[in-house]
């Protein structure tokens, strides 16, 4: 501040009519003369090295060096006037430099230089002292010793001191104090608002300056705001903020102002006053960009709170930010972005920015350059759109989701993750689905899917996950890389990324070619391990491996030891036993390669004529075959050929290549007897009998439960198994087989012929079949009964069914 020449040249001169005796003395002199017992040398002393000292931080920091502090400080209490006004001029000159500073911090004086604040003393006095006080109150602790040796009040009647270089310093120190929060509360308990509004009259920029950067720091206190609002606070800071010729006090004078609306009591007070009107009138006027964004980032700031955003919205700020979307300033613009972010939780402001125009406005700013504004513009789009429809419409006709499209190649993470969200959201309508796909946002959400941002992850792959409803979507995927880097977020610890992950991945499993694929990343493995860890273990991770499984029926059965009726077997599904938790679970072809072993053999599933081998390892390697929908795995395979009958029992070479499937030609012998003897029967319990006995014909018969050990199963395996050369056997081979053999070619008939029925592992060779069936007898009121689920017998009385849970029905599932 323009330090006023007048008091500068005054008091020295008052002095300069006596000789001075400690003229011509080196410093060294005049500071022993500090300890000089009389008044008039002590007096020229001081006022000698105040002089020095004035000059520059090496005479102080030299004077300093020769001692003069202590006597100094003694010296400010001294009992004659003039001696203690000189003491306290040399001192406060001293205490701007920060040595004199830290010597001063250790020498107890903030008490005495106190006292020097109090009405008594000149104002020269009050000046410096205050100058001192202003010096050291940077400091942590000084500003605690300020406190507690009550040096607020005097400071506080000092605000209204005539002299403007006391108002600064006194200002400045009060500041510094109100950093912490004692002192941040004692300001308005101790009748500090009215001279701090006072002081934002004051003709030096640097106190009303200072002044509002207190009142910015008090009005953070609840009670302080009242009384700030009794003296009329916010009506003095709107005159400012009306007052061109003070425009370089609005940014702090709109923190101010952002602090007085921010709890609804004040808020609504000052809205009953007009403050409001007056507060949206002003961000439209004026014409300095800065000041406008301050004053929506303050609008921004007041919206933090549903109350006040009701307040606004009634107030209709909606139209006053719609303006300042199409203002030429970007820092405007980004801040009307997040106020109208900010206002969007209120649900009727998302519909007056629609019906305002605002939407294509937000969309427009998607094409400017700067990063920050396109960051902002997303984030309020999705906040726009989230959870209402009519604006995921506007975005939409306003072609916003081709942009937002683009915006996933950018490299601000957030701006990726805003849009995301939003495309997220969007794709919820199948309309705006379509139309963004055809955008290429499949193949755009390839690189964020690597992304180590979690934001962008979370964001991603939700959208993602709505997105891959639609086949196509899911085929994109595939072929533009995406399902590697999607699998590998299996081993996110991130809870919201995995769901979303698990989320994505069952959605896509439903594509057998992609299920496959995801399964050759590795997926199956993970997702068991994530399901055996009690912590990352949930509805989502057991929905996609679940997914999964059910387009690998073979592994499914492995893993769980249950197939459901909508489960259809098809060809090339194979019983390996059941694998424990965590074990890899080897392909058919893996499995045929092995030597023969001792273990029980794997049974295989292959009802195809030799033109129409379906190996499924080809067909992995071949997605042309899209959407697999159960129903086609139904109609049974065209045969041909079946008279060309070739020795079952000649084992296919295993160097042979490319590998394939042994024909089973007895079995597609019993789909076709299956066909022909059960479609034509009329009543479901008979068909369902009629096979069971096929069945057990097939496998040797009925056996009675006590001569079960005599029966010669594990014999005939072992020689087909030496036969065949291979560990693999295919089911319509096997001539003695019990209850897993007969199970698994019940269910392999049943599905072949569009049947339905379960299949079910139990414990020692055990598995059996459930289907579901009305009961016999409908009940009297006319009404068909429920449906009851029974046991298929094919072992001992072939054809019985054993209705579920009596001891029948137990007695056959267990030993
Ligand atoms: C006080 O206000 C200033 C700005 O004037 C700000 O930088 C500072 O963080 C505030 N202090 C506290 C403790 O709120
Ligand atoms: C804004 O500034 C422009 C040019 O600087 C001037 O022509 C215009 O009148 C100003 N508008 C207001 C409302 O001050
Ligand atoms: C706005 O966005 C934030 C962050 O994205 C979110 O937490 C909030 O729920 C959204 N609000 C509305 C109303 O959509
Ligand atoms: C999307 O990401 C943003 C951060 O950029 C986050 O605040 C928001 O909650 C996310 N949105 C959704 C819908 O998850
Ligand atoms: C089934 O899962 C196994 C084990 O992960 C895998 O090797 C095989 O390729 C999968 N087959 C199909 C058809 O998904
Ligand atoms: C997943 O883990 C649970 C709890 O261990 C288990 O009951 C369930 O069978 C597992 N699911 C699959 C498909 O392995
Ligand atoms: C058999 O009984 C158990 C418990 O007693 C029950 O949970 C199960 O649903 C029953 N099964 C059938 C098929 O009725």
């Known amino acids: 501040m323009g330090k006023k020449v007048k008091k500068e040249s005054e008091t020295p001169c008052k002095e300069t009519f006596e000789p001075l005796p400690v003229e011509g003395k080196t410093p060294a002199t005049v500071v022993l003369l500090l300890s000089s017992p009389e008044e008039d040398i002590l007096v020229k002393a001081c006022e000698a090295i105040h ?45 701007t430099n920060s040595d004199v500073k830290n010597a001063l911090k250790k020498l ?163 809205h009953k006053g007009g403050g409001l009107t007056r507060l949206m009138e002003f961000i439209l ?102 959870s209402n429809q009519l604006n995921t419409f506007a975005v939409y006709e306003a072609g916003g989701h081709e942009i937002l499209v683009q915006q996933l190649y950018g490299s601000c993470p957030r701006t990726v993750a805003n849009s995301a969200a939003t495309l997220g959201i969007m794709a919820g309508q199948e309309v705006i689905r379509c139309s963004i796909l055809s955008h290429g946002a499949v193949q755009a959400l390839v690189e964020p899917l690597k992304s180590t941002n979690t934001q962008v992850l979370v964001n991603t792959t939700q959208c993602l996950a709505v997105l891959a409803c639609d086949a196509e979507a899911r085929a994109e995927l595939q072929s533009a890389g995406g399902l590697q880097p999607l699998v590998n977020l299996l081993h996110s610890y991130h809870k919201e990324v995995l769901h979303n992950v698990c989320l994505a991945i069952s959605v896509c499993a439903s594509n057998e070619p992609t299920a496959v694929e995801m399964c050759k990343f590795g997926a199956l493995e993970m997702l068991q391990e994530i399901n055996q860890s009690v912590n990352r273990r949930s509805s989502f991770s057991e929905l996609a491996l679940i997914s999964l499984l059910n387009s ?85 395979r065209k045969k041909k050929g079946d008279d060309k009958q070739k020795d079952e029992t000649q084992p296919e070479s295993p160097t042979e290549k490319p590998w394939k499937m042994m024909d089973d030609v007895s079995l597609q012998l019993l789909v076709k007897e299956a066909k022909k003897s059960i479609l034509p029967l009329s009543d479901e319990r008979g068909q369902y009998a009629v096979l069971a006995r096929l069945v057990s014909e097939a496998m040797g018969g009925a056996v009675e439960m006590e001569k079960l050990h005599e029966f010669p199963w594990v014999l005939h395996l072992s020689e087909l198994k030496f036969q065949l050369q291979s560990n693999v056997v295919p089911i319509g081979l096997i001539r003695r087989g019990i209850y897993c053999h007969r199970a698994l070619l019940f269910k392999c008939l049943v599905d072949s012929i569009g049947m339905s029925c379960t299949l079910v592992r139990g414990e020692y060779n055990r598995a059996w079949n459930e289907v579901l069936l009305l009961s016999g007898n409908p009940s009297s009121n006319g009404r068909s009964s429920q449906p009851c689920c029974y046991i298929v017998d094919l072992m001992h009385q072939p054809g019985s069914l054993l209705k579920a849970n009596t001891s029948a029905a137990v007695q056959y599932q267990t030993i």
Do not use: W
């Open 51 to 95: 002089a020095f000292a004035e000059k520059g931080d090496e005479n102080k920091v030299s004077v300093l060096g020769l001692g003069a502090l202590a006597p100094l400080c003694h010296l400010i209490n001294h009992n004659n006037k003039l001696v203690r006004r000189n003491a306290v001029m040399a001192l406060g000159i001293m205490a």
């Open 108 to 270: 107890d004086v903030i008490p005495s230089i106190i006292d020097k604040l109090s009405l008594e003393e000149d104002v020269v006095v009050h000046e410096f002292a205050t100058l001192c006080l202003a010096s050291l109150s940077v400091d942590f602790i000084c500003k605690v010793q300020i406190f507690d040796n009550k040096g607020l009040p005097p400071l506080i009647q000092l605000l209204s001191s005539p002299d403007p270089d006391v108002q600064k310093n006194s200002i400045e120190i009060i500041f510094n104090l109100v950093q912490d929060y004692q002192s941040r509360l004692a300001v308005h308990e101790l009748g500090g608002i009215p001279p701090l509004l006072e002081l934002l009259k004051s003709d030096f920029p640097v106190i009303q300056h200072l002044a509002l950067k207190t009142l910015q720091n008090v009005t953070t206190d609840k009670d302080t705001r009242i009384a700030f609002r009794d003296e009329q606070g916010f009506e003095k800071l709107m005159d400012i903020l009306s007052n061109t010729d003070l425009s370089d006090l609005n940014a702090e004078a709109l923190q101010v102002v952002a602090n007085c609306l921010s709890d609804s009591e004040s808020f609504q007070l000052i």
């Open 285 to 386: 006027t004026p014409n300095v960009s800065e000041i406008q964004s301050n004053a929506v980032k303050c609008i921004a700031k007041v919206a933090q709170s549903s109350e006040n955003r009701k307040l606004l919205h009634e107030e209709n700020v909606e139209k006053v930010l719609v303006e300042l979307l199409s203002v030429a300033d970007v820092s405007v613009k980004t801040a009307t972005c997040q106020a109208v972010d900010a206002m969007s939780f209120h649900l009727a402001s998302k519909d007056s920015f629609r019906d305002l125009g605002g939407i294509p406005a937000v969309v427009q700013l998607l094409n400017d350059e700067s990063l920050v504004l396109k960051e902002a513009a997303t984030q309020a789009l999705s906040n726009l759109t989230h």
């Open 552 to 636: 690998n029926l073979s592994v499914k059965y492995s893993l769980t030891s249950h197939l459901a009726s909508s489960d259809i077997i098809s060809d090339g599904f194979y019983d390996a036993g059941k694998a424990r938790p965590g074990q890899k679970i080897l392909t058919l072809e893996e499995l045929s390669k092995q030597p023969v072993n001792q273990h029980q053999p794997i049974i295989v599933v292959n009802t195809a004529a030799e033109e129409a081998v379906d190996v499924p390892e080809e067909r992995q390697s071949n997605p042309p075959e899209t959407d697999t929908s159960k129903g086609d795995c139904r109609t049974p």
